[in-house]
């Protein structure tokens, strides 16, 4: 069982930073692909940033130039460093991971979400 425990959200203001943080547990034998998701009220969760195993990177154009994703192999974690932050920053951000468990079989878990709130 493969479980993820988010943590780093908070309120801030606009133009200041914050990081996320994702740490992953559980019987994994591989993850191919981590990421970070967003959610406002009435809307769809979207793909704020990823990384796959080999480094590669993608961004939602908004969040391009201001925020950016890494991760730390041996540990199982996944950052969000997020700068210049704005009001419509604002929402639940959800970590999820994507991989292969020790019985070789693929999942793909979602964290518990962190609100990230952005006053101007």
């Known amino acids: 069982q493969v479980q993820l425990v988010e943590s780093g959200g908070g309120l801030v203001q606009a133009g200041r930073s914050l990081r996320l943080s994702c740490a992953v547990s559980?019987?994994?034998?591989?993850?191919?692909?981590m990421g970070w998701y967003r959610q406002t009220p009435g809307a769809q969760r979207e793909l704020v940033a990823g990384?796959?195993?080999?480094?590669?990177?993608k961004y939602l154009d908004s969040v391009k130039g201001r925020f950016t994703i890494s991760s730390d192999n041996a540990k199982h974690t996944v950052y969000l460093q997020m700068t210049s932050l704005k009001s419509e920053d604002t929402g639940v951000y959800y970590c999820?991971?994507?991989?292969?468990?020790?019985?070789?079989?693929?999942?793909?878990?979602w964290g518990q979400g962190t609100q990230v709130t952005v006053s101007s």
């Open positions: 559980g019987s994994i034998l591989r993850i191919h692909a």
């Open positions: 999820r991971v994507e991989g292969h468990d020790s019985d070789y079989e693929p999942f793909g878990s």
């Open positions: 990384i796959t195993s080999d480094g590669s990177t």
